[in-house]
RNA sequence: GGGCCGCUAGCUCAACCGGUAGAGCAGCUGACUCUUAAUCAGCCGGUUCUGGGUUCGAGUCCCAGGCGGCUCACCA
């Protein structure tokens, strides 16, 4: 006994050999519709019912046949207008065709424009051409596609069936056209550097590894984009960015996909209070482009965006929210014993850094609705940034925060070449696995300008954006595990 | 990896305490020349995620597994 979809395939294939009895291609080469239905909309409201001859192609979305006259709902990726068949215009042979056009299929259409008595435009069909027979039928009509496996796994059928999400995937493609815009205008340069990489640098994660057979050797994908982009600094490129994706072989959750959408971008003889400036400027213009405005709305509150954004210290942040004076705990044993006096629950494996990053997620984090650059970090949690002028345990770094999301992550870029190599020596001897890189330091001994470095997940503000809180929300083809 | 929840027709969802698995949409047939979640009449359609077990009888209870969601851990 054949199932449903298994019959409607076959009543499709038995459509597909009557068009081709009526010699008619149903997979033509291709077709020129004059406009879009957004246009056609424009031109209607510029000519009214002069609007002759027109000619639009898409999908169609519903059908509603009524004997001898048939409305169809047709979409491109403009928008949707109402089609009418009448058995009168087209003919008897023309309008018997109609049968074998269902809902899914993609056709393209000529006609003139009308407004029916319900006063919905229309576009009255003269002719009309099969241009994809399709084989399945699509999600249902009124609830679209509500499996949240199969709308990442199919995700041609959410975005055919659900409106919510197409316009999440515009507003990425905005926004990513928006940033470069702005750092285009800011005099940055766009760069292309190594996704396979002899070492995994840049950042604390595991890499992914591949092989590369020619030259027997393992190769990383790349976890950041930190070092290379540094040496285009060095190399004389004062102002150089990627937007590139990168990978780290981690948990998978709402926040974390395994491969990412990273932007950063490096500007010679600045330091972070210049990069805190760009990041707020870019965001709040970001806004301006996407959406026309610096508010956002995340789970119905408004956030304004526009600069500047409040600074924060970490170290007054930290006492504030939770109590502790990370300048009072110089060692990882004292500061340990403190948090388990707190209460909290400690890993014995891990340093001051980490501790520390455990107190901002717990603390400090859920407190940043606002924008907020949380600013001046331990030296422990990042070997890349430059000591502070005043205080050599801390570094010139600040993260950004919205929502109590991170959003970027800056810093004074280190560029004395001997602290970075006993600050890699140092991590590369804790439990912070950070590779140090030669190459990197060889680069930096040729001279790298003072600079100024920032890092942004687009992922996560396209989610702040879009008022999403699964990274999957914003990602095509979020990864899933292989089925069977 | 741990905890909790979910998986039933192509899609969206029902099915009480374990008692013949249903509806809407989609599809098919018929009626209908301004409908728009079209309407009306009729019809078809099931490996209830998989494999075991308990039982006279399992979508339902038990065990194991798969996939997904949330969450904790880890991270950005």
């Known amino acids: 006994m054949a199932s449903r979809l298994e019959r409607i395939t076959e009543q ?41 001859d027109i000619s639009l192609a898409g999908r169609i979305m519903s059908k509603r046949s009524m004997g001898k006259m048939s409305f169809l709902d047709l979409r491109d990726s403009s928008g949707k207008i109402q089609l009418s068949f009448r058995y009168n215009l087209l003919g008897q042979e023309r309008y018997e065709f109609l049968q074998e056009i269902d809902i899914g299929d993609i ?97 604390v994660a595991r890499p992914f590894i591949t092989h590369h ?8 994908l790349r976890i950041a984009l930190e070092l290379p982009l540094k040496k285009l600094i060095v190399g004389g490129f004062d102002r150089v960015y990627e937007i590139g994706r990168v990978f780290r072989n981690e948990g998978i959750s709402v926040q974390h996909n395994p491969e990412f959408t990273m932007l950063e971008c490096y500007q010679a003889y600045a330091d972070y209070n210049d990069i805190m400036n760009l990041v707020e400027e870019m965001i709040s213009y970001i806004a301006g482009e996407v959406m026309g405005d610096t508010k956002i ?52 494996d891990k340093g001051r850094g980490k501790l520390i990053n455990e107190l901002i997620s717990i603390f400090v984090e859920p407190k940043l609705t606002l924008p907020t650059f949380l600013l001046d970090y331990p030296v422990e949690v990042c070997s890349l940034a430059k000591r502070k002028r005043d205080n050599a345990r801390l570094v010139e770094k600040f993260e950004a925060y919205i929502n109590g999301i991170e959003i970027a992550n800056a810093y004074t870029e280190l560029n004395d070449p001997v602290d970075q190599r006993e600050r890699f020596q140092q991590v590369a001897m804790g439990e912070e696995i950070e590779s140090g890189d030669e190459d990197f330091i060889q680069a930096l001994e040729y001279g790298m300008p003072p600079t100024g470095g920032l890092g942004i997940g687009i992922d996560r503000l396209v989610m702040i954006f879009a008022g999403q809180q699964s990274i999957r929300e914003v990602i095509l083809f979020p990864q899933l595990k292989t089925k069977e």
């Not at 006492?319 to 060692?331: L, R, T, V």
Request: charged residues 30%.
């Open 213 to 220: 057979h020619a030259l027997d050797e393992d190769l990383y």
């Open 107 to 203: 056709i393209g259409v000529e006609g003139r424009l009308f407004r029916t008595k319900a006063g919905e435009l229309t576009l009255e069909v003269s002719d009309f051409a099969m241009l994809c027979k399709t084989l399945r039928p699509l999600p249902e009509k009124w609830h679209g596609l509500a499996d949240v496996e199969k709308r990442y796994r199919q995700r041609y059928l959410d975005l055919i069936s659900n409106e919510e999400s197409k316009k999440i995937f515009i507003l990425r493609s905005k926004i990513i056209t928006a940033m470069r815009s702005f750092l285009d205008k800011q005099g940055f340069m766009e760069v292309e550097t190594p996704v396979l990489q002899s070492q995994a640098g840049g950042a």
């Open 12 to 52: 499709r294939l038995d459509s597909l050999s009557r068009i081709r009895a009526r010699g008619i291609d149903p997979y033509p080469q291709g077709y020129h519709p004059s406009h879009t239905i957004r246009e056609a909309r424009v031109l209607f409201e510029r000519q009214g019912e002069n609007a002759q």
């Open 297 to 348: 709305t995340w789970r119905g509150k408004t956030i304004d965006l526009t600069p500047p954004w409040r600074r924060l210290y970490l170290r007054e942040a930290i006492k504030e929210y939770c109590g502790i004076d990370f300048e009072d705990y110089s060692d990882v044993a004292s500061l340990r014993s403190r948090m388990i006096e707190m209460g909290l629950e400690v890993d014995p």
